[in-house]
């Protein structure tokens, strides 16, 4: 049986000569276009045969049982922190563990919680909810009223990012008979007050985007059909989305509706009684919080307003009432902001120096601004996890490759404390991270930051895996092992990589914010390959260095790292031994066909648009397999119940290279929407298929 499931991923040398080598065309031609009916018998008959090849190979091993054992203690163990949300006195989170494997929604005082004593009022029991109605809920989320009890609860079917929305009264932890409802959509909802909610959703034909995306935004009062919601903006099908968001600080608000015509643009209107009116910021502009009467806005552009010129990557404030702008917070050489929170008298603002975490405080001063930097750990990264306009202390995490995670309280006067910290899952007294460059095509230098034992790099080449991503202002940070999957840097990496021998890389290419915009826009569109050549550079000067050799040299990466994936497979096959693809793109000249790849055509570029399809062209990976080259035995992984990338791109890739005779390792989830998986034990089963498949692809023991 074994045998027969194996051959599938190979076709015999008889069938080969036969029919030959079944490869899309750049006439949009494919001859395996049947693989994206999602739920379609055939195609999930295939899914099934290569899940079943790869897993009774890999399980084989008798590693295999080891490994997911020791992902799955980290991932469930208790010693996690419980962060979240601050919100009226309270401090929120969401809680997974071996017993309750969907999680708790809960609530903690917030006294005890920072004096280390919480004591957790459960709100929500989603396995509870999930038994009893025969759903396989995950949770999504929840946004609940000011001064309210009422909140709208998130669950999504699978995991998909479609959910349906509930009103629950945390008061009684109960949902609201007849209270606000919605069914299964790709909805964003606010709650501006206890009867009122402020809604974008699926309200019928001609409601959604091209990107699936709601195309109306309206104020749904309680007791009223949702579809009969009076609309107050409406977008273009060509839009990405259409939305709001309610601010506040202490008595100022605002309700914003928001029209986004790409990826990276956006219109803003202030809702009030009559039309909203248009805000006259930049397209590239993220607002970022409320200050008074002052919006906070990070510019992803520079801004001529005024007479004067307002600097890309600079936080400013602008005044509702006037107009006016000033200066919040400029960043220098080699810095970008991450993330801003408002408190009582201050703004926090999570920053990057030189991809290194920091946490600056800016408080007005007469007619501008002044900014401390807060004492906190070097070298890692910061995340603010709980601030409110109530207070003016704030919690923030730290962590880096070899220190777990950290929590830290910054009282008014910047004064910090240890609140919480997690055990080490692995001793990393052996262990270094060194900060590096490398020099790309065009001269640029691109940072890395590389993981390993000090022996390991005294003693010569060793496995080596190369994590990137590259793409939609994501930065790639330093993080810890525990506390989640962390699928996006490779969640094995301390204890089950690096403290076995192997090297870890993370790649801060371009297309990400590790620099700020600018080393976003660096790589947008025509410029795509320069993130690859960033990525490819940093191979060649692993193996320069003798970190590494390609006989020993892995990459990963998942969702656009998926695409870089596949540009790894399809340009340079001779750098490197072993790729994991994660959730991936790998069709470009039909992606923006399928599920919500339309909304990306402002990153990538559009298909139907000559100049740009010119590009996508010579990076499509599935339209870039060559019969006459060899490659590396690729792992695919994706989620049938993705509704963000569209499952049909693994299948279509893993059909070709089967058609060409390939051999790959494929295992796509039933579950668990775009991050893959659905619950730990999910998590923990994908973890161990990575782990071993590079271990016995680079040769580490």
Known sequence: MLLTLLALHTPTLAQEEATGPALPGLDGSDPHLWLEDVLGEEPLAKVRAWNEATLAEMQADPRFDAMKARALEVLSSDARLATGPWR???????????????????????????????????????????????????????????????????????????????????????????????????????????????????????????????????????????????????GQPSDVAVGGVDLHHRKSRVTLLTRSPSFFESELYVLGDGEPARLPLPPRAWVSGLFGRELLVILQQPWEYRGSTWKQGALVAYDLDSGAVRDVLVPGEGESIEGVEVGKKSIFVQMLANVRGELRRVRPKGKGFVTTTVALPENGQVAIVGASDDRDDVLVTFESLTRP?????????????????????????????????????????????????????????????????GGFLSAILPTYYSDSARPQQGAFAGPLWVKDGGVLVLSNIRGGSEYGPAWHEAALKANRQRAYDDFFAIGEQLVADGVTTPAQ??????????????????????????????????????????????????????????????????????????????????LFYTSTRDDRVHPGHARKMAAALESMGVPFYYWENIEGGHGGVANQEQAALRIALELLYMKRELGLD
């Open 405 to 469: 995670v950290t929590l830290f309280h910054v009282d008014a006067k910047d004064r910090t404390s240890e609140v919480a910290s997690l055990p080490a899952s692995f001793d990393a007294s052996d262990v270094v991270v060194e900060q590096r460059f490398a020099t790309s095509s065009d001269g640029t230098k691109v940072p890395y930051f590389l993981m390993a034992r000090k022996d390991v790099l005294g003693a010569g080449p060793a496995p080596t895996i190369q994590y990137g991503y």
């Open 553 to 634: 040299l892995g990459a990963i990466g998942r969702s656009n790292g998926g695409l870089l994936m596949g540009v790894v497979m399809t340009q340079r096959p001779d750098l490197y031994r072993a790729i994991d693809c994660g959730v991936p793109l790998l069709d470009m000249l039909r992606f923006d066909k399928l599920l919500a790849g339309a909304s990306w055509t402002g990153e990538y570029g559009d298909p139907d648009d000559p100049e740009e399809r010119k590009t996508l062209e010579a990076i499509s990976p599935y339209h870039n397999l060559d019969p006459e080259k060899t490659y590396p035995r690729v």
């Open 88 to 234: 009226g006195g309270f401090q929120y989170n969401f809680w997974q563990d071996p017993e309750h494997v969907r999680g708790l929604w809960r609530r903690a005082p917030l006294p005890g919680y920072l004096a280390g004593e919480p004591v957790w009022e459960v709100l929500l029991d989603v396995d509870a909810l999930a038994e009893k109605e025969g759903e396989n809920w995950i949770w999504h989320g929840a946004t609940c009223a000011p001064a309210s009890d009422r909140c709208l609860v998130e669950l999504s079917r699978g995991g998909k990012d479609a959910s349906v929305v509930r009103e629950l009264d945390t008061s009684t932890h109960a949902f609201v008979e007849g209270g606000f409802t919605l069914p299964e959509a790709k909805s964003e909802v606010r709650m501006l007050d206890e009867d009122t909610v402020l809604l974008a959703t699926d309200f019928g034909e001609g409601s959604l985007t091209e990107s699936g995306y709601p195309m109306k935004v309206g104020v749904w009062k309680r007791g009223t059909p949702y579809g009969s919601t009076p609309i107050a903006l409406t």
